[in-house]
């Protein structure tokens, strides 16, 4: 055993150690938090965007210049106040944890103006004995927002607009069409019916034959018209609705190409349809049918209608040859493909989309994607 007094003497300068290097620790801690503090209050108060703080207890600690600039309230007279006397954070922000997503409020300006905030949270957890603190920083994004809103209010206009074309375009195609049906309709009827009249028995060979070819013109003529008549303003659709002149319209093409066309049909109800919606899909249809005829010929093709998450879907595939999509959305306009820019061009002024799936020698598959509700059947009729 040593000493006694050595050991106390040892102990004590252990002791003495100990509380030299905490006052020290401390010392230094209490500095580093001086300097930290004062950089912290330099960004509060030298920042542009709105800075509000609040403790534990969600009493305001900070309040900086940005917003006093914004509000004409000062500091001291917000500090110390419960941060949800604001009145600009949701409730939730105060009774959960810190909302992980930015959030948007409004907040009254000293000129009476009300602004937009966009505010974004985060937390500086206790340290040094300080309580901890919620942030909240915040943008003013009231110009962005009015821009949103005047984004909003051209579309709604645009989609109004795009359905009133439609309906005039409607009715102009119905009063042209009634016009071929009643005047060039009844005139080539009856012009054939006068040709089929010189046919004779005694006729000279040749005569009848061109009496024949003629005849047969004037029928290809009054075929050609009513199938024109019908593209301007199928009375089926009107009649029976969307999806049997569709069914209608395919088994005609069927037996006309003589094709493999398929129709799969599963539209239960057509009555929230907006009223310009059938006839586009019916046209846009023909076409789809016409460009499968000519660019992948005997093929099977399938058009579906259906419903999906609010949508009218309208789809036509087939086997065929398929093409490079990137080439096709490249000639749409231009030297090619006049038709399906048709589509899709209308398909955006009516807030749908238009989608193209193909690969070479993997076929070809069209979906036109049509919200039903995008236009109420009210502003379609304004």
């Known amino acids: 055993m040593g000493d006694p007094v050595f050991i106390v003497y040892i102990f004590g300068i252990v002791v003495l150690g100990f509380i030299i290097a905490f006052f020290a620790v401390s010392l230094l801690s209490g500095r580093a938090m001086s300097r930290q503090n004062k950089f912290l209050a330099g960004i509060l108060e030298g920042s542009s965007a709105l800075i509000i703080a609040w403790d534990d207890q969600q009493k305001v600690v900070a ?32 009774s959960g944890p810190i909302p992980p997503l930015p959030t948007v409020s409004t907040w009254k300006g000293k000129d009476g103006r009300e602004v937009f905030i966009q505010w974004h949270f985060s937390a500086i957890e206790a340290a040094y004995g300080q309580p901890r603190l919620i942030i909240a920083s915040g943008i003013d994004v009231t110009r962005l927002n009015n821009a949103l809103a005047q984004v909003e209010d051209y579309s709604v206009r645009l989609r109004t607009s795009a359905a009133r074309m439609a309906n005039l375009e409607e009715e102009e195609r119905r009063k042209i069409a009634q016009v071929l049906h009643d005047r060039m309709g009844q005139d080539l009827s009856a012009g054939r019916m006068t040709l089929n009249a010189l046919k004779q028995d005694n006729n000279p060979p040749e005569m009848a034959a061109r009496i024949e070819d003629l005849s047969n013109i004037f029928r290809d003529i009054i075929q050609s018209s009513r199938e024109l008549i019908a593209e301007l303003s199928p009375r089926e659709l009107y009649k029976v609705g969307l999806q049997a002149a569709l ?80 080439a096709l959305e490249e000639s749409l306009g231009h030297t090619s493909g006049f038709g399906l820019f048709y589509i899709r061009d209308r398909t955006r002024y009516f807030g749908g989309r238009f989608e193209v799936q193909s690969q070479p020698g993997e076929g070809s598959e069209f979906n036109l994607f049509f919200p039903t509700q995008t236009v109420e059947k009210g502003v379609a009729n304004a």
Request: hydrophobic share 35%.
């Open 63 to 94: 309040f900086n210049e940005a917003c006093e600039k914004l509000t004409g309230l000062s500091g001291k007279e917000i500090n110390g106040m419960p941060a949800a006397q604001l009145n600009i954070f949701p409730p939730e922000t105060f």
């Open 247 to 326: 069914k209608t319209r395919i088994e005609y093409l069927r037996d006309k190409w003589r094709e493999s066309l398929e129709f799969e049909g599963q539209l239960k109800d057509e009555s929230d349809l907006p009223e310009h919606l059938p006839y586009f899909l019916y046209s846009a249809c023909g076409e789809l049918l016409h460009n499968a005829h000519k660019h992948a010929s005997g093929s099977e093709v399938v058009v579906s209608l259906f419903r999906e998450e609010g949508h009218i879907v309208l789809q036509v595939s087939d086997n065929g040859p398929g093409f490079d999509p990137v």
